[in-house]
């Protein structure tokens, strides 16, 4: 027993001095240089932040119309072609007129010869040949027809569809001879110069807008953007999605934008000027804080406690911790302690590595 004992003791030994000779083996050397790590860092920067909330939905024309007749009849000319840019009061579409004009014959017709008899009456009146009451039934007779020929002058002029204002029309419904009923749609007009969006916002931010606010609009997968303003606010909050109503107004400049596109709505509530910025890829997150390396003059990394505040996706607001000019890591941040020696290389390099010269 004691022999088996002293083989194990011995055995100890022998082993912990070859793990000693290897450790000694690999240490480094007294005056040799630590070992660093290879990091990129970015500067802080100033820069402006903007406190934005973001919704989507989709764009309308600000004024869009169905032309139609007001009565039924038969169509007899088409005046436009189909996607046409036309300007306010272009006519657009004739209708069958012929019974209306013959109307409006007969009506100017009544109408003359109830205006002599009223110049035949009034002239008998002076002399004292005729009576106050014959006057005054003439000259009810003469204002009925007058009034008859603007009726059927109205019905006459109603019979040529014009464009209640300046825009683009669509594809034509009817043809040449068809017969509409009155309010039967034949194109569409759209008026595109200008889109609206509604859209909804959490009752959170509800206090915060206002009419004339910017707005800023952009077609998810393009980098077309436009630019606008809100316009109306919905006195009430939705008690279903607790949410509110907003609506805004863009000028589509070239007309590149179309309505019924899906965008997305970004609102700015407030703009901080002169915020300190870093990369989002600087901050490392914990569950109750977040924090940054920065990189010291003599290429040494601290560990800085940082408060947050407005972010785009892509830089972050700070608003303590840091100051402008100061460099923070951007790669290789996880691979820190705080007082490690690093050495900062180009972000395209690669990934960093640990124990580069």
Request: charge should be neutral; hydrophobic fraction near 45%.
């Amino acid at each position: 027993m004691k022999r088996l004992l002293f083989v194990l003791v011995l055995l100890a030994l022998v082993g912990g001095g070859y793990a000693w000779w290897e450790k000694s083996k690999t240490a480094t050397p007294a005056g040799a240089p630590a070992s660093v790590i290879s990091v990129s860092t970015e500067p802080v920067k100033v820069a402006p932040m903007v406190d934005s909330v973001a919704a989507y939905g989709n764009l309308v024309s600000r004024r869009a119309v169905n032309v139609s007749p007001e009565s039924p009849g038969v169509v007899r000319e088409v005046l436009f072609t189909d996607g046409q840019t036309v300007s306010p009061g272009a006519p657009l579409v004739r209708m069958d007129s012929s019974i209306a004009s013959a109307q409006l014959q007969s009506a100017q017709a009544q109408a003359d010869t109830d205006m002599q008899n009223l110049r035949r009456i009034q002239s008998l009146a002076r002399q004292g040949l005729d009576s106050t009451s014959s006057l005054e039934q003439a000259q009810a007779r003469a204002s009925a027809s007058q009034a008859d020929v603007k009726i059927n002058e109205r019905k006459l002029w109603q019979l040529t569809l014009r464009a209640p204002f300046g825009g683009k029309l669509g594809s034509r419904k009817v043809d040449v001879g068809a017969f509409v009923s009155g309010g039967e749609t034949i194109v569409r007009l759209e008026d595109t110069s200008e889109l609206q969006i509604e859209f909804r916002m959490p009752s959170e931010v509800a206090p915060r807008v206002k009419e004339g606010m910017p707005v800023r609009i952009t077609l998810p997968g393009s980098d077309t953007a436009l630019t606008g303003e809100l316009n109306f606010i919905d006195p009430t909050v939705s008690t279903d999605t607790r949410s509110v109503l907003l609506r805004a107004v863009v000028a589509n400049q070239g007309t590149t934008v179309r309505p019924g596109l899906f965008v997305r709505v970004a609102l700015d509530l407030s703009v901080h000027q002169n915020a300190l910025v870093v990369p989002v890829a600087a901050i490392s997150s914990g569950l109750a804080s977040a924090h940054v390396f920065v990189v010291d003059d003599k290429s040494v990394a601290h560990r800085v406690a940082v408060t947050l505040g407005l972010s785009d996706g892509e830089q972050v607001e700070v608003l303590s911790g840091l100051k402008a000019g100061q460099s923070v890591v951007t790669i290789g941040q996880f691979r820190l302690r705080d007082g490690d020696t690093v050495k900062v290389v180009p972000a395209d390099v690669g990934q960093p590595t640990k124990g580069a010269t």
